[in-house]
């Protein structure tokens, strides 16, 4: 079975800096595919970034990257020049072919950006 | 692009109660997902639907919970009778294809309480 943790229940970042939110995953499987989902308060989630476990180069989509080890079960999301509207839930998930692609999620990060 | 629609958005029931929930996914989405979201947690799958099959219900609670896709569009996730524990947000998600990388799309989801 795998399994996803998310080692900070919060955290909270200035406007405009940067913040790294962790994630660990564990799986025997060697093709596999890791996501981050965003929560906003009172929103549905939304996909932020997605990495393809065969890919070396780590994914990045505008102010959002990732930190892809492979060999550590690592997945970190780095947000950069954080603004107010990144306030929500952060999920770090995980799927698999071999388990029909559902997503198994971690406990969650919520962030603040404070002005 | 109309995303997926959920109803009703909250409720509210005594425990013993009847309960159900209707999704809509996108349009054209062959996969249907149900998860469960209790208060300060990830989300935990409960049914996934391919059309109109189900493709793993492995963690859906059968004694009360039940789930139908009649005809390969939309789903309705009944809890009868429902537990003080059922309380959580249930997310109705859909996605095109099966395949790991592909993206699911979440609908608001609907707040259940329990009294």
């Known amino acids: 079975a795998q399994t996803v943790t998310q080692s900070q229940p919060e955290m909270s970042v200035q406007e405009a800096e940067t913040v790294t939110l962790s994630c660990t995953y564990d799986?025997?499987?060697?093709?596999?595919?890791l996501f981050w989902y965003k929560q906003p308060p009172s929103r549905q989630m939304i996909l932020v970034i997605r990495q393809e476990a065969y890919k070396q180069q780590n994914a990045t989509e505008n102010r959002f990257s990732v930190n892809f080890q492979k060999a550590a079960k690592s997945f970190s999301l780095k947000i950069s020049d954080s603004q107010l509207g990144d306030t929500a839930m952060y999920f770090c998930?995980?799927?698999?072919?071999?388990?029909?692609?559902?997503?198994?999620f971690g406990g969650g990060t919520r962030l603040m950006v404070k002005p | 692009e109309a995303g997926v629609a959920q109803s009703p958005r909250y409720k509210i029931i005594e425990k013993r109660q009847s309960v159900a929930f209707w999704c809509n996914p996108i349009s054209g989405h062959a996969t249907l997902y149900w998860y469960q979201q209790i208060l300060g947690q990830g989300p935990k799958l409960l049914i996934q639907f391919q059309n109109n099959g189900v493709v793993d219900d492995s963690q859906l609670p059968k004694d009360r919970f039940s789930a139908e896709r009649l005809k390969g569009v939309d789903s309705t996730l009944k809890i009868q009778p429902a537990k003080l524990e059922d309380s959580a947000v249930y997310l109705c998600a859909s996605s095109l294809v099966l395949a790991g990388v592909t993206e699911q799309f979440f609908g608001p989801g609907t707040r259940l309480t329990v009294l």
């Open positions: 799986t025997s499987e060697n093709n596999y595919y």
């Open positions: 998930a995980f799927s698999t072919n071999n388990a029909g692609n559902m997503l198994t």
